[in-house]
């Protein structure tokens, strides 16, 4: 079975910008969430998304969002880009809502300037 | 708030010896607690998990320990080889919510 895929792999990006980034989760799987790990911080919860609807959502503003289409694969859109999203974006699939184990994609790392 | 911590950065161990990696975590409400390992350039990767209801669970060459009481999570790694180089992340759930994070601990193994 496939594992979750993320596109692209790297971006840069300027100051203002938007970006939407991609994830496809694994097959069968329903659920997925998005974090974003910046150098020195833990994994921080951006939202999760289960049946393309958006189930729980992190403390970013909301220039970060996200959607979930009927096929599970997931999107997020950060608008107005600042120097500070520049981080490692990273997707997880889980077969169901909450689901305890999340298996994770290789991320997108995002380069603002 | 929730808060889950590690409680040493970097960890450094001879190949061959076995390694500890420390949690520390605030909620007394958690109830699921999972060890992620993450080498550079890959995304986070399932070691082992365990629920509130146990003390300790063992994987192939991973024991992960869990003290309620003072709040502490362990993971264990038995025979550590370089290919356990990587950044190690504990994390909570409480109930439906979302999983919690901690900073990552670096273990290195020295060939």
């Known amino acids: 079975k496939a594992g979750v895929t993320q596109t692209p792999r790297y971006l840069i990006k300027t100051r203002g910008q938007q970006v939407t980034l991609s994830c496809s989760p694994i097959?069968?799987?329903?659920?997925v969430s998005w974090y974003q790990q910046t150098p020195g911080q833990g994994l921080q919860f951006l939202f999760e998304?289960?049946?393309?609807?958006?189930?729980n959502k992190g403390n970013f503003p909301g220039r970060f969002s996200g959607r979930q289409f009927s096929n599970s694969r997931s999107e997020m859109n950060v608008s107005t880009l600042e120097l500070g999203d520049s981080a490692l974006y990273l997707c997880?699939?889980?077969?169901?809502?909450?689901?305890?184990?999340?298996?994770f994609g290789p991320g997108t790392r995002l380069l603002v300037l | 708030g929730e808060s889950v911590g590690l409680h040493l950065p970097t960890l450094s161990v001879q190949e061959g010896d076995n390694s500890i990696i420390n949690c520390a975590y605030s909620?007394?409400?958690?109830?699921?607690f999972i060890w992620y390992k993450q080498e550079s350039g890959k995304g986070p990767q399932f070691i082992i998990d365990?629920?509130?209801?146990?003390d300790k669970r063992q994987g192939q060459r991973v024991t992960v320990l869990l003290n309620k009481t003072v709040k502490h999570l362990s993971l264990q790694i038995a025979a550590t080889q370089p290919g356990d180089s990587a950044v190690y992340f504990c994390?909570?759930?409480?109930?439906?919510?979302?999983?919690?994070f901690g900073t990552g601990t670096r273990l290195t193994v020295i060939p």
């Open positions: 994390a909570e759930k409480t109930g439906a919510n979302n999983l919690f």
């Open positions: 909620n007394s409400a958690s109830d699921y």
């Open positions: 998304y289960f049946s393309e609807t958006q189930r």
């Open positions: 997880a699939s889980s077969p169901g809502a909450g689901s305890e184990t999340q298996y």
């Open positions: 097959s069968g799987h329903r659920s």
């Open positions: 365990i629920r509130s209801n146990m």
